[in-house]
């Protein structure tokens, strides 16, 4: 379902972080956000992706296309100088990224190394504050914040195993960073999806069976959808939801309103 066309980000302009390909949550979450008038700066890892990126931008019709390594202080802060640069100011921030060790999610949680721990814990959830304090000093009056996080966070969910613990850690980044900056008017929200088939999901073991369960069992008895979970950001990025800030927003056909469920 594509949304009807509206002006709800008319005059507004954001950084999307997180495009892999066109599977990616963040690229329908941009598509949405460009149809509802948005100006766009997209941000992806690595130089070497540009090639996959640039027409991506392109189609999307974004007017910023930067390179921004969240794992790297110094990285991010070139991507806010450079948007600083641009535009000047900002008025919202998509953070749709996350990395675990693919053998780390799969198998128990004590599957789990030091590294594996910390790397998963920076670049799924503090790269969100990181990517917050540098962009401080640009965010509009009104300005909204989101990330992208899982059920896994307050459930076990088998083979999420340390990812489920740095969605822990980003629902409750989310919830202090709402309350610094709510006195500046500036909102921070995290959105919780239900499992879909991008790249990040298919390094989860088990993610067919995962999909399998949800669509059986989830009360809209369908798999969310990339355009479910832009509906809800549209919402989020926009001055519909002017007075909502530190919530964690399920778009999992109701998933996670469920009793225990038998494991997979
Ligand atoms: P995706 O398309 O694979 O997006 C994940 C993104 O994270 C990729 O663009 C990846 O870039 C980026 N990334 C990883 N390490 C990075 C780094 N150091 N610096 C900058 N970017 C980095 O998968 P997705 O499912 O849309 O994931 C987006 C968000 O939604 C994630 O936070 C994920 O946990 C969350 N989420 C997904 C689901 C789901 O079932 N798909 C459900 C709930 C929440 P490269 O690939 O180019 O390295």
Redesign the pocket.
Known sequence: MSLPQNTLLSGKRGLI?????E????YEIAKQAAAAGAELCLT???EK?APRLEPIAKELSASLCLT????DDAAIEKTMADVKAAWGNIDFIVH????AHKDELRGGITNTTREGFHLAMD??AY?FLAVTKAALPLLNDGASLIT???LGSNKVVPNYNI?GVAKAALESTTRYLAAELGPRNIRVNAL?????N????RGIGGFNEMLAHHERTAPLRRLTTQEDVAGAALYFLSPLSQGVTGEVHYIDGGANTLGPTPAL
């Open positions: 972080m997180g495009i892999t390909n599977r990616s949550i963040a992806y890892a690595h992706l921004c390594d969240v794992s749709a990224i996350a990395f670049v799924s790269s992208l996080t899982y990812m919780s999806a239900g499992p879909i991008t790249l990040a999901a």
